[in-house]
């Protein structure tokens, strides 16, 4: 049977739209793995990075989630955990609470913006290569976003640039990766899931054991073995794996999520594969630096996705 055109269009577009997530997030994630970052962080009173895995620093729980949140303003701990969605509201808000007792919003967010900024130098010099169009590619694939529903995008937004040009792409790329988690928080909670159950149906969507990446996010055995239950019942999950159906049901997620990144993909239009391609460059040469982890889930998930296309 004839693939339509309205079909190939809609694959193109969520092609696009998940290359370049993959391709931002090297770039607009290594804040979290940042040591300049953990360093500013422990001098305003958190703990130190409590180590590293296979070369990348690790950050401290209560700065990650005041650091992050930090760019709402002075979140409680309770808008914080709702943002973030998939982390365990139990741990997030006594963090929170207990990191607006060492700083405040602005000072951390300063931090942040210090820090990541400060890594990208270091590892990428004060002028890489394509920074010029990679800026100006990234402000064009951000204009005219919205922000209903979006508190974590519209966060950054808020806050313009910093006014240093490696800043300036890290912020734009930042704002980019925040809009498509905004979005893909918006498509799971629509589909009836909540923060346990996306964790582990996401674990067998990247083709990861059951209980294996979810456990970052800080929920408890009884909570997983609830979540699993229910998945269960769904017709989703069965002997700790993903049933056709629930491959397809966590697949139509992905793809509302594309959906609501589509202006960003026709925004770039053909400059997508040359903005692509200087994320790519810039992503290699952090992992490379131990910037950020070697093999993310991002990473995992195309390679999922390959095995079975």
Do not use: K
């Amino acid at each position: 049977m004839a693939v339509s055109g309205e079909l190939r269009s809609d694959q193109v577009l969520s092609d696009g739209a998940r290359l370049l997530a993959a391709a931002l997030e090297p770039v607009a994630g290594q804040v979290y793995f940042s040591p300049e970052c953990h360093q500013a962080y422990a001098e305003l009173g958190f703990n130190s990075s409590p180590g590293s895995a296979g070369g990348v620093a690790m950050p401290d729980g209560a700065a990650y989630f005041c650091s992050r949140g930090s760019i709402m303003g002075q979140a409680p701990g309770e808008l914080v955990a709702s943002a973030f969605a998939v982390f365990n509201p139990a741990v997030v808000i006594p963090a929170v609470d207990h990191g607006w007792t060492i700083t405040d919003a602005a000072t951390i967010c300063a931090a942040r913006t210090r820090g990541a900024t400060a890594q990208l130098v270091r590892i990428l010099g004060p002028s890489p290569e394509g920074l010029e169009s990679a800026t100006a590619l990234l402000s064009r694939a951000g204009e005219d976003l919205r922000v209903e529903g979006r508190p974590l995008y519209a966060g950054l937004l808020s806050h313009g640039l910093p006014g240093d040009p490696v800043g300036d792409a890290w912020r734009l790329a930042d704002r980019l990766r925040e809009y498509r988690g905004d979005a893909h928080t918006a498509a799971w909670t629509t589909a009836g899931f909540d923060g346990t159950e996306i964790g582990l149906l996401t674990e067998l969507y990247w083709g990861l054991p059951m209980r294996s990446y979810v456990r970052t996010r800080a929920w408890s055995d009884d909570e997983l073995d609830g979540a699993e239950a229910r998945l269960v019942e769904r017709g989703l999950v069965a002997d700790g794996r993903m049933t056709d159906e629930g491959r397809a049901e966590r697949e139509q997620i992905e793809r509302s999520t594309d959906r609501q990144c589509r202006s960003i993909v026709q925004r770039l239009g053909p400059d997508l594969d040359a903005l692509l391609a200087v994320l790519g460059r810039w992503g290699s040469a952090i992992r490379a630096a131990g910037g950020y982890p070697r093999s993310g889930p991002h990473d995992l998930a195309r390679v999922e996705q390959r095995g079975r296309s």
